[in-house]
């Protein structure tokens, strides 16, 4: 592999969150293309600065804090025996920079249409990008493989040390730190703010896997605390989740005429959030019912002319409830169905959205996140050997933690302003007789 010290001058960032961030050759000349660069035209939060002002934040500034915390992951790691080489913490801190590339307009919310019209998600997306643009050609420059970046970057290699892929996805990501930190600074909550070099400075390697010491335990229940928090109060808050639930609906009734779900790359890396609105906002309906809802929806979306929320319930559950409900039948759309038709009210003036996301984070194989290896007796020893005493601490085990474990389903009923008042007695109507997890069941 090439000496990045005789590589391009280095960068020096200047990050709220982070302080300096420096980037060296390689990181660098990512940074520089117009792949990379479009991520400063991809909100972090989507719709949330509707409600939060501040949060206005970029992909952009989260990737490059994600890079800087897998520095910081890769000099923790380097002082332990697990074989930790200089170029594993290049590779950490690439895959880092890269793991976001593939988002859509809108992020997640994109990622709504793609599961509804395709079975891609942002993640093929990112692996597809990385290899076959210009940003694959400056990995192999200099000495990369730019499949294994792909792989690492979505926190999926199965060439390189196991913890790695913990490094880049799971509950004890960079991801999660940077994001929590970051979104917080930004929205102007205090949920997100986390101890998290506490955490990561308590790394350790156990069998292949992430783990952390002993004496980082209260770091770690902080950060799950911190994130469920974050959910409830920013991202599925119900006026978030109104003006995200447009856009979701906006892009997905264009698409047909715009053809934002054309996977290939030159379309999809012309897609930014702007970019989206303008072209739905510009859409002749000439006549077509949908395409005129999609046009409403994205310029009620510009003037802050939100969905009302009329029925809201909330269940903390072991299993996955209400997806797999959905999963059963077009329970969604019925249900919309019977509200407009009770209430008397067009079908597109009803909207139920259903935010599902587990309450703890998935791991880097993509199983829930149950629990987290502990090193005890940790101290100030930076040279443990694979003998070192562990054990496995089920999340379940931590009093807060396990209260919350599993998944928050939200159930919402939204319609236009016009139309609240018939909406919201029809809807009340439908669950008032029956419980919750009953009605539906049906």
């Not at 996140?369 to 003998?387: D, M």
């Not at 008042?421 to 029956?434: D, G, L, Q, R």
Request: net charge neutral.
């Amino acid at each position: 592999m090439p000496d990045f010290r005789k590589s391009a001058a280095s960068a020096e960032i200047r990050d709220p969150i982070h302080g300096y961030i420096y980037a060296n050759g390689v990181e660098r000349e990512i940074i520089d293309t117009p792949v990379f660069q479009r991520l400063r035209r991809i909100r972090q939060l989507a719709g949330c600065h509707l409600v939060y002002p501040g949060g206005q934040h970029s992909r952009f500034e989260h990737v490059i804090g994600c890079m800087y915390l897998a520095g910081k992951v890769s000099s923790v790691l380097s002082t332990r025996n697990v074989g930790f080489r200089k170029s594993d913490g290049e590779k950490l801190r690439v895959a880092a920079m890269l793991h976001d590339i593939g988002h859509g307009p809108f992020s997640h919310m994109f990622e709504e249409v793609l599961a509804e019209k395709t079975n891609v998600t942002h993640e093929d997306m990112t692996r597809r990008i990385v290899r076959e643009t210009e940003i694959g050609d400056i990995l192999e420059r200099y000495g990369f493989s730019k499949k294994g970046i792909g792989d690492l970057s979505i926190g999926k290699s199965t060439t390189e040390k196991e913890f790695m892929n913990d490094v880049i996805g799971g509950g004890l990501s960079v991801d999660i730190m940077d994001y929590l930190l970051r979104d917080s600074y930004f929205t102007g909550v205090e949920y997100g703010k986390v101890d998290i070099h506490r955490i990561i400075n308590s790394f350790e390697v156990v069998r292949g896997k992430l783990a952390i010491s002993q004496a980082a335990i209260f770091a770690f229940e902080a950060l799950m605390i911190s994130r469920y928090e974050m959910f409830r109060a920013v991202y599925f808050h119900r006026t978030v989740r109104a003006a995200e639930l447009m856009l979701v609906k906006s892009m997905s009734l264009a698409d047909k005429l715009l053809h934002f779900t054309d996977l290939s790359l030159p379309n999809y890396l012309s897609l930014t959030d702007e970019v989206t609105l303008q072209r739905i906002t510009e859409i002749d309906p000439n006549g077509d019912k949908e395409l005129k809802l999609a046009k409403k929806l994205a310029m009620d979306y510009q003037r802050r002319k939100l969905l009302k929320c009329v029925f809201e319930k909330t269940v903390q559950r072991r299993d996955r409830f209400l997806t797999s409900i959905f999963n059963q039948g077009r329970f969604r759309e019925n249900l919309s169905n019977q509200i407009a038709n009770d209430a008397g009210v067009d079908e597109s003036e009803v909207f139920v959205d259903v935010p599902t996301a587990p309450s703890v984070p998935i791991s880097s194989a993509r199983k829930l996140f149950t629990g987290v290896t502990v090193v005890a007796g940790a101290g100030k020893s930076q040279n443990r050997r694979e003998g070192t005493s562990h054990y496995e601490l089920g999340l379940d085990q931590l009093p807060l933690i396990g209260t919350i474990a599993g998944f928050m389903d939200v159930l919402r009923v939204y319609t236009t302003a016009e139309r609240r008042a018939k909406v919201k007695k029809a809807t009340e109507s439908i669950f008032e007789a029956e419980s919750f997890e009953s009605k539906v069941s049906m």
